[in-house]
């Protein structure tokens, strides 16, 4: 499997998640749709070896990491 690495992109979309607090809203802030949103952040916890956020059906909050 290719390592990606962390990308400057992957830390914007998790900024612009984190100040949100939706998946949407960040999607629109970026430019990116919203599948790709978890994308990159599911990608850059990957490569980072934490979890950033955690994740119910309904809300979005930062763990200590994040």
Do not use: C, H, W, Y
């Amino acid at each position: 499997m290719l390592n990606k690495g962390i990308t400057l992109r992957g830390i914007e979309v998790f900024e612009a998640l984190a100040r949100s607090g939706s998946v949407a809203q960040a999607a629109e802030a970026t430019g990116l749709s919203q599948p790709a949103v978890s994308q990159q952040v599911r990608g850059l916890e990957d490569e980072l070896g934490i979890r950033l956020l955690n994740r119910t059906t309904r809300q979005l909050s930062l763990t200590e990491a994040g």
